[in-house]
Each structure stands twice: as structure tokens, then as C-alpha cells.
């Protein structure tokens, strides 16, 4: 995920043992349980043509990485989209994402409170 309004992050990755980008693609997607529109990939040299109209801004920054800093041929990826404005009928934003997850917290203190009371 990427966030306009947050720093970027440390990504962990691992090499594929398939032997094609569509491979290593469609063990992803059967890994993650997803349709084929759920995964992005993108190959070197996609990486070094004009974005197209459905590039996204991950794609986009996995092709400038596989560029500039591997000899990798391409990278895939879970690529969800956000359901965020959806859930919560607000539009994501850090603190938005925060209060969420803040909320979730409390929502699971208050069942254990009231699991417990109700043992008594």
C-alpha cells in the first residue's frame, strides 16, 4: 500500500522458483486465495517504458526499484485494493486508519469486559 501522507517503508521480498513472471503470478494468486485481477506484476523492461493508463503508483515504484537496484526480471504482488471508504465511509488517511484500528481495540476490550461479567 502507499500512502501519500506517510514515509515509505521497509519491504521484505523473496525470489520465485518458478521459471516465469506469469508463473511466479498464478502461485501467488493461488497462495493468496485471489482472483488474477488481484495481482499486479511488472517485468524490468515494462519498467522502463511510459507508465500505462492502469499502472498503478506500487507498480510504478517496483518498477523503478527493479531498475535501480536489482538484477531481478520482475517482481508480482498482492495488489488488494483499498474497501477502506467502504467500511467506514470515510476516506482513508493515517489518522483515519488509526482511529479505525483504535476503535477495533476498544471494540474487543468491551466483549472481553462483557464475557467476563457475564461468567459471574
Not at 525470489?15 to 488474477?36: N, W
Not at 503508483?57 to 527493479?66: F, S, T
Not at 538484477?71 to 479505525?100: D, H, I, M, V
Request: hydrophobic share 30%; proline share 3%; with cysteine.
Amino acid at each position: 500500500m502507499v500512502l501519500e501522507d506517510a514515509p515509505l517503508q521497509p519491504t521484505y521480498w523473496a525470489a520465485s522458483t518458478k521459471a516465469t513472471l506469469a508463473q511466479a503470478s498464478d502461485d501467488l494468486r493461488g497462495r493468496e486465495g485471489t482472483i488474477d485481477s488481484c495481482i499486479e506484476s511488472v517485468e524490468r523492461d515494462d519498467a522502463t517504458s511510459q507508465p500505462d493508463e492502469t499502472a498503478t503508483e506500487a507498480r510504478e515504484r517496483v518498477g523503478a526499484w527493479l531498475r535501480e537496484g536489482t538484477e531481478l526480471t520482475g517482481a508480482t504482488w498482492t495488489g488488494l485494493r483499498s474497501n477502506f471508504r467502504e467500511k467506514t465511509q470515510c476516506p482513508f488517511s493515517s489518522n483515519a486508519a488509526l482511529e479505525y484500528l483504535r476503535g477495533l481495540i476498544d471494540t474487543k476490550r468491551a466483549h472481553r469486559i462483557s464475557a467476563g461479567s457475564h461468567g459471574r
